[in-house]
């Protein structure tokens, strides 16, 4: 509450002594006539003027207001301050979706979509509204999460800027976020509610209990699932068995299961752990769920960083309202699909921004590995060189031809071809949206969980340029690299935070291998795998660990991108000078030209 409200409040407060109980001022999300006044008899003697009561009551019910929440009865004044707000009616929307795992992403990607659809034809949607879920976590800020979204009627705030525009866009596909209880029963409850059409999942790319790309049923939470079924089951998927076991023997519709994370193939692989888990439960529920759950492969696009206390700041100032969790992102946004959703969907044809095809392969594929590839690929140096946030990793002198050279050199090649899509154009836009300077992506989120990354981002990468025959120099540098990182110190000194959930691990691995480089592939199979005992590979991951021990990652990348000829005609290549580059490396080499 601003100290204009606080005034206010103190002058009704004392207009109403000696005849009021209390005044009960409204919260952020009743409407502007919720204010109570509580009267007891009047004490002998006292007077009071009831119209000044009303008149304070009001005013600071106006105060409120314009200090800023952001709820279903304030949306006109949003709009009128330039904010695109719900034109449908929210009150009339029900839900068939239930969303597990609500972040930003979720929130910038699915329910901005499913918004929009609802702002094109709410008639013929307003059944797809999206109940969101997260699951149960220690020192997790969930609940506290859920209480802001609560606080401002399920509703948020994006953010779209580009360095050139912005636009703040209010979105209210939401319709509830489910209690946070240490059993996840609310969401166990409404995977079995026969309303609910889709269960989607934002999960993380490491949450799917995947060993070298496979379901591993032997891990210790699947196997508690799998001996719980009929009771609690801890994970997400024994969650989505026993609902669709509960919907089977009631004669009641499947479920469509939509995973949404960064996964080649994450339809395929949310099927596989479904079917793991059922096989060992009931081999007939594991045939009912293969011919009846759909769980479609789709591609999922939309760069979105954190919440910072800057982004809260910037719409309190620029609009004039208050959002506890407003989301900053790109305008850019993308999802191709399968079009499998037998109980029903969103009109998602709708948008420009969504595709269905028939396989969604090439599209998954362009994206993991020139875009996930490409984040992969520039986080670890730019975390060793103390740069915050990818729009300057692009910029930096020595990182942004680097990247450019791997990507024309040893990424691109192992896409193949795409429907209607140039690569190298692709990469020039994706190019463009790292260089994005208003969204401020920070680093650190970039370099979070390298262990499930690498080897989706950037092995295989590896893999199949040593099957075709080419190089691996520049992925062989960026592990080398990404050990680099997690010996713990950054090249001045510097502390790096954990910053993955195997951290401890890859930390002692990473600190042996200063002294024996191969220690990192032969110690983390899971990572690697073959790639990892491949000679070539592991000749240029010691070549490039003994560099950079002795001359850094600024000369590393410097020597890589002059050997590769095609970084030579490259967007980004030409467009800095070589001059620059060349003087980074020497500065690198002789700091303060000594």
């Known amino acids: 509450m601003k100290t204009t409200n606080a005034a206010l409040l103190f002058l009704l407060s004392t207009a109403m002594a000696g005849s009021v109980d209390a005044f009960v001022p409204p919260s952020p999300s009743s409407s502007l006539g919720a204010a109570r006044v509580a009267t007891t008899p009047l004490a002998s003697g006292v007077t009071t ?41 929210r009150s009339a929307l029900t839900s068939s979706i239930l969303h597990v795992g609500v972040g930003n992403f979720h929130r910038a990607h699915q329910a901005d979509h499913v918004d929009k659809v609802l702002q094109k034809d709410f008639d013929n949607n307003k059944q797809w509204g999206i109940i969101g879920g997260s699951l149960y976590a220690p020192n997790r800020p969930t609940a506290e999460k859920r209480k802001q979204l609560e606080d401002q009627d399920w509703m948020q705030t994006i953010v779209e800027q580009d360095g050139e525009s912005e636009k703040a866009i209010v979105i209210g596909s939401m319709t509830d976020f489910l209690p946070v209880d240490e059993d996840n029963g609310s969401i166990q ?78 339809g395929d692989v949310v099927r596989s752990v479904l079917l793991g888990i059922a096989s060992e439960v009931d081999a007939d529920l594991a045939k009912w769920i293969e011919d009846n759950v759909a769980c479609p492969n789709n591609m999922v696009d939309r760069i979105t960083p954190r919440t910072t206390d800057e982004n809260r700041e910037h719409i309190k100032q620029k609009y004039g309202y208050e959002d506890s969790w407003p989301i ?91 429907p209607n899509v ?58 080398a690299m990404w050990c680099r990182y ?50 070539e590979f592991a000749s240029s991951f010691t070549k490039w660990m003994k560099f950079i021990q002795s001359q850094g990652v600024v000369s590393a990348m410097g020597e890589y991108t002059e050997s590769t000829k095609k970084a030579e005609a490259s967007p980004i290549r030409t467009a800095l000078e070589e001059s620059t580059m060349a003087a980074a490396i020497n500065e ?7």
């Not at 009551?57 to 301050?81: C, F, H, I, N």
């Not at 070298?212 to 998927?237: H, L, M, R, S, W």
């Not at 993991?368 to 690929?377: K, M, V």
């Open 49 to 89: 003027d009831r119209a000044l009561v009303s008149s304070l009551s009001r005013l600071y019910m106006s105060a409120a207001v314009e200090a800023g929440t952001l709820t279903q009865q304030t949306l006109d004044e949003l709009e009128a301050k330039g904010v695109s707000v719900p034109k449908y009616d």
């Open 189 to 266: 409850k409404t995977m079995m509610d026969p309303s609910i059409k889709i269960v989607s999942l934002t999960v993380t790319e490491g949450g799917y209990f995947l060993t070298e790309g496979k379901f591993d049923v032997n891990d210790p939470q699947i196997q508690y699932d799998i001996k719980n079924i009929d009771g609690t089951p801890a994970t997400v998927y024994g969650m989505l068995v026993k609902a669709l076991k509960h919907r089977r023997d009631e004669g009641l519709e499947p479920l469509t299961v939509l995973s949404c994370d960064n996964l080649p193939h994450n």
């Open 328 to 418: 900053f992102c790109e305008p850019f946004t993308q999802w191709v699909l399968e079009d499998s959703f037998p109980q029903g969907r969103p009109q998602l044809e709708l948008l420009d921004s969504v595709t269905f095809v028939q396989d969604v392969s090439p599209y998954e594929f362009k994206k993991i590995r020139i875009l996930n590839g490409g984040h992969a690929s520039l986080c670890y140096p730019a975390a060793l060189l103390d740069v915050e946030y990818v729009h300057e990793a692009l910029e930096h002198p020595v990182i942004g031809p680097f990247l450019d050279a791997l990507e024309y050199s040893e990424i691109i090649p192992t896409v193949g071809p795409v």
């Open 422 to 479: 140039s690569l190298p154009e692709y990469w020039t836009l994706v190019a463009k949206r790292f260089a994005n300077p208003t969204i401020m992506d920070g680093i650190p989120r970039i370099c979070f969980g390298g262990a499930s990354n690498q080897p989706k981002f950037t092995v295989p990468v590896a893999e199949d340029n040593l099957k075709a025959g080419r190089g691996v120099d520049g992925i062989a540098l960026v592990s």
């Open 486 to 535: 997690c010996q713990g110190k950054t090249e001045s000194g510097a502390d790096i935070a954990p910053n993955d959930p195997q951290w401890d691990r890859l930390q002692e691995t990473a600190l042996k291998a200063a002294d024996e480089p191969t220690a990192w592939l032969t110690e983390l199979t899971d990572v690697y795998g073959e790639v990892g005992k491949h000679p």
């Open 588 to 594: 690198a080499k002789n700091p303060g030209g000594k």
